[in-house]
């Protein structure tokens, strides 16, 4: 019996609505921790548990309270929580300083960055140095070289949110992979039906746009993009695997379990099959027979066209003689 057979649990629509929540905020809440989630059939999203929506709606602080702890800001109004101007708030941003939670893109194309609002203000009770005056230099530095590490702190925040949403290992490989491309994950899965299992694992991208243009360029940002970055995430992929391997194997077709139990080891890697036992001669069986016998010589081509020729030549000088 599955969980959701054991309780009652809401799809993710329906409990949006009864927590009075967008089903974008109530998939954030989740990933932070403010919503519990139990695991849907294969293949489906997770559920929330009518239980779970009934000790969110007791909350005296419902629903303001769970809508503030996931309401996400952009670049404006984050600047205004921290009473600086949006251009500086942007320079904070791009040097690593406050990562976004989210992001989309705008009718133009460009990339809308969004941040929590309770981190935010962390930020700003804890650096107010930084509020105010002109940047450290080693900043000023960092932004005159072009640096923006906003796409990749906002990959770093989403794996950690989904690397603490699962236990299994498989999945939690799944989510590394997910920043790697396809070139990267096949160095380090060699299997392909493995990197099938992480592919179908594999979270569901948290933005979607409908244009081709606009997806190409959100799943560019969705893909670790520095050599440092990428070569964290290969190591992390790596041992990740080595404990989901110990878990279980990814599963494979009936045929390839077939070959692998005629002799083929997992990932398509040849085992030596035993010798069959060495079995002796009969007695009775004479040992002329036993052994093969030599191939019968054939005469060499060119001596056989000389013997033809030979001929030819004798029956001409007979007639000539006549």
């Not at 600086?84 to 989309?104: E, M, N, Q, W």
């Not at 992390?236 to 045929?255: D, F, K, M, N």
């Not at 077939?258 to 036992?277: E, I, K, M």
Request: hydrophobic content about 40%.
């Amino acid at each position: 019996m599955t969980v959701t057979e054991a309780v009652r649990t809401l799809a993710f629509g329906r409990a949006a609505q009864q927590l009075e929540l967008r089903r974008g905020e109530l998939e954030l809440a989740v990933q932070l921790g403010h919503v519990r989630s139990v695991p849907g059939a294969p293949g489906t999203r997770p559920r929330v548990t009518e239980e779970e929506v009934g000790r969110l709606r007791r909350s005296p602080d419902f629903p303001e309270g769970l809508r503030e702890r996931v309401r996400a800001v952009g670049t404006t109004e984050a600047a205004a929580l921290l009473r600086v101007p949006p251009d500086r708030f942007t320079r904070l941003a791009r040097t690593g300083h406050i990562s976004p939670v989210r992001f989309y893109l705008n009718r133009y194309r460009a990339v809308v960055w969004l941040y929590l609002a309770g981190e935010v203000r962390e930020f700003g009770a804890g650096h107010s140095d930084l509020l105010t005056g002109r940047l450290p230099q080693e900043l000023r530095t960092k932004l005159d070289d072009g640096v923006d590490h906003r796409p990749r702190n906002w990959r770093t925040h989403r794996l950690g949110l989904l690397l603490r949403g699962t236990d299994d290992p498989w999945e939690q490989a799944a989510a590394i992979a997910s920043l790697l491309d396809p070139v990267q994950l096949a160095e380090v899965v060699a299997d392909p039906y493995e990197r099938a299992y992480l592919d179908r694992l594999r979270p569901d991208p948290p933005y979607r746009p409908e244009s081709a243009s606009a997806r190409e360029l959100a799943d560019r940002l969705m893909l670790a993009d520095d050599p440092d970055e990428i070569l964290w995430h290969r190591t992390q992929l790596g041992q990740t695997l080595g404990r989901a391997r110990v878990v279980r194997a990814a599963p494979r077709p009936e045929s390839d379990r077939t070959a692998a139990v005629a002799g083929v080891a997992p990932g398509g890697r040849a085992r030596p099959l035993p010798l069959p036992p060495m079995t002796a001669l009969p007695e009775r069986v004479p040992l002329h027979l036993a052994l093969p016998r030599p191939p019968v010589p054939h005469p060499p081509v060119r001596r056989v066209r000389r013997v033809l020729l030979d001929r030819l030549l004798r029956r001409r000088e007979a007639r000539a003689t006549r």
